[in-house]
Structures are given as C-alpha cells and as structure tokens.
C-alpha cells in the first residue's frame, strides 16, 4: 500500500548548485544520480513531477565584466538546458520516463515547450524537465518554476536548496542566524529573505502557489516534504 502523500502534483526547483555537489561548480554526476533515485520515488507514489534546474553550477550572468545583459541571459538558458539534458539522463537510466521541453526551440535535443503536451506527459506518470527559463532575458530560474507551476496546475513549489530552510542571514556566516518555520508571502517581500526573486514571489501569491524550501542534504526529503513532514520553511497564505 502507497503511503498517503500531502500534494498530487509538484514542481521542483533545483538550484545549479544543488547539481555541482561538493564541487561547487560543473555538475557532479553521483550528487545528479542521487537527486534523480528521489525523483524517482517521488514518481512511483504517483504524484505529477515537474522540474525546473538553475544553471548557476555552469553560469552566471557577468553584467559586472561588461558583458550585456541579454547575452549573458541567453548564455544561462542554454546553460539550463545541458543542466536538464544530465538530469534527464540519470533519470532515463533508472528507467523513469522522462522528457525535456525548452522555452527556445532546439528540436534536435529537447521537445519546445507546449503546455498542453506538458500536461499529457504529466498524465501518462512522466517527469517533465523544463529548460531555457522563460525564454526571455531579465527572468530568473526561480520566475520560471513559478510560471511553470501556474500553468501544469502544480499544488506546491519545492525549492530544494543547499541550506535546510530560510533564514534572517546566511547560516554559513552566521551561526546565530534566525531559522524560520513558516511566512507569508508579504514577510519574505518585505524583509528581502531572498526565498526567490520577487518577481516569482510576487507570482506565487497572485496565484496562491505555496513554496517548500528545504535542503537536499538527507536522503528522501523530497519525500519526507510530500507526506507533510514539517521540515524547511513553508511560505504561503
């Protein structure tokens, strides 16, 4: 018998970082290899599994060496997509059925994002990558998981991170940092905790999109998250 799971139909953001493992940059496969055996759990309990993945492992925006901004924004799309290309590859390999769409069409490598097909692959029990952000430059990773989750219907953003929760300051440097356990969206605005950007906040409470943050340090918090285990920072009404 399927242990009873809190959502249905999830979307989650993994930062590029999450992907680099302990190598802080480029992608770590065992750490990628790891995080797709969650996914699949994740998928056999049934539940609808979109991703959106961050690119900050392979690029970051370099608006501070002179580089334009666009540029350097389509250069973080594409980084996007090698991101999901690995993550869909460990997933395929354990056998979960998986597909990439990307925002910029590149037909070769990935389907283009249409959200109708996106919703029959949800359906049919497949995990659903989706690359190339929004398509559009001035838009983070964060703005797309929650457009993303806006429009697959998810119940819940999981925003898987290297740190266990949201915090008043960064606990790396501050070892009396504040941890919390529950806000709204009003108090993760106002008070800059840099949850996501907040253009995707903001899109999160126009929509009523709950956010999990949560680290991905222990094995199966994912799954812990699901079952409606109080772990992280949960943001919402």
């Known amino acids: 018998m399927q242990p009873k799971v809190k959502y249905k139909r999830i979307m989650l953001k993994l930062s590029g970082e999450a992907l680099a493992g302990d190598k802080g940059s480029g992608i770590d496969f065992k750490t990628v290899d790891d995080i797709a055996l969650q996914i699949k759990k994740v998928s056999e309990l049934g539940v609808g599994v979109g991703i959106v993945v961050g690119a900050g492992n392979i690029w970051r925006g370099r608006r501070g060496e002179g580089m334009d901004r666009t540029t350097a924004d389509y250069m973080g799309m594409l980084a996007t997509v090698i991101n999901a290309l690995a993550l869909q590859d460990s997933l395929e390999r354990l056998n979960v059925d998986t597909r990439v769409q990307t925002a910029i069409e590149m037909r070769e490598v990935a389907e283009p994002f249409i959200r109708r097909r996106a919703m029959r692959h ?106 409606g285990e109080c772990i992280g920072t949960f943001v919402g009404n």
């Open 122 to 227: 949800l359906e049919k029990g497949r995990v659903v990558i989706f690359g190339a952000g929004t398509g559009n430059p001035y838009f983070s990773t964060d703005t797309t998981a929650a457009l993303r989750a806006a429009e697959i219907e998810a119940d819940v953003i999981l925003l898987a991170k290297n740190v266990d929760a949201i915090y008043d300051s960064d606990p790396k440097k501050n070892p009396n940092a504040k941890r919390y356990d529950k806000l709204n969206y009003l108090e993760v605005l106002d008070n800059g905790l840099g949850v996501m950007d907040s253009t995707a906040t903001s899109l999160c409470m126009d929509n009523n999109i709950p956010i999990i943050v949560f680290g991905l340090n222990k094995p199966d918090n994912i799954i812990r998250v699901l079952k």
